[in-house]
């Protein structure tokens, strides 16, 4: 029997969901209009809410973040214990942040703004001999009073600077720090205090790697020597010897490099015997 075609479908067809744009997750502000009722009692939303609220939470899940990718790694990192840390719901991290991959760029770009702050902070003196001391002493003193820092910078580079190289507020940052070591070392060498062989590049990544190395290696290092690296007498102490080693090298030939005000001496190390592979 032929006829028109009914207008209403068989029930198989009524009981097949449809699949609407806002199921899917690059819909995500959708995602939380729909679920901004629920969400009212137990956390705060961009809609509705004050600016300032909506940048406190912000502000939260991203140092919430930073701790858990530098003590997780970004594959071992989770966005629900993010999310709980910051006092939040999953669902507001994938509206900010859009994915896991983006919040830890975010995550990379902070740590870079802090540490670009900190070097904006630093007043070069007149004197650049006393200029590279307090810039090497700045440097570190940093490393040491942001751990994460180092933790994730160490995850980074496992991971071959994959996520770094593709953050724009990275990409658009200079650093303070290059332009500083430059123009302390070329005031030197005009004074013929430093010598006239060292490059700026070297000069940098001679005081970062001297600071980076004892702070990431502090837990093996601790273990080999058989003392706490991280106690406050060794810290001070490493820290001037950063600064007599960049010093002592930037001196021409027959120059010495002023002191530095002495620190409390450290414990000598008391060398362990090597286990008798008899025993």
Not at 39 to 61: I, K
Not at 149 to 176: C, D, W, Y
Not at 223 to 245: E, F, N, Q, Y
């Amino acid at each position: 029997m032929c006829g028109r075609p009914s207008s209403v479908q068989p029930s198989f067809f009524r009981r097949i969901p449809r699949l609407v744009p806002a199921a899917f997750p690059e819909n995500i502000e959708a995602r939380v209009r729909e679920a901004e009722p629920a969400l009212t009692a137990g956390g705060p939303t961009r809609r509705g809410v004050p600016r300032e609220r909506s940048e406190a939470l912000e502000t939260r899940v991203l140092e919430a973040a930073i701790d858990e990718f530098s003590e997780h790694g970004f594959a071992g990192a989770r966005i629900e214990r993010i999310s709980q840390r910051a006092g939040t719901v999953d669902r507001m991290l994938y509206y900010y942040y859009g994915n896991k991959e983006r919040l830890y760029q975010a995550v990379l770009g902070k740590i870079y703004t802090d540490m670009i702050g900190a070097q904006r902070n630093f007043v070069t003196p007149d004197d650049p001999v006393e200029g590279m001391r307090q810039l090497i002493g700045h440097s570190w003193d940093h490393y040491v009073s942001h751990p994460h820092l180092v933790r994730l910078l160490m995850n980074e580079n496992l991971l071959r600077g994959k996520h770094i190289a593709q953050s724009e507020q990275v990409e658009r940052t200079s650093f303070p720090l290059v332009e500083t070591v430059s123009t302390l070392l070329a005031s030197g060498q005009a004074k013929g205090v430093f010598r006239s062989d060292v490059s700026s590049e070297h000069m940098l990544m001679t005081i970062m790697s001297l600071g980076f190395f004892y702070l990431s290696n502090q837990y093996t290092c601790s273990t080999w020597i058989g003392v706490d690296l991280m106690s406050r007498p060794r810290r001070k102490a490493w820290r001037k010897h950063i600064c007599d080693v960049v010093l002592q090298f930037l001196m021409p030939p027959g120059a010495t490099a002023p002191q530095p005000s002495p620190v409390d001496p450290v414990t000598p190390v008391r060398r362990r015997r090597a286990a008798d592979p008899s025993a």
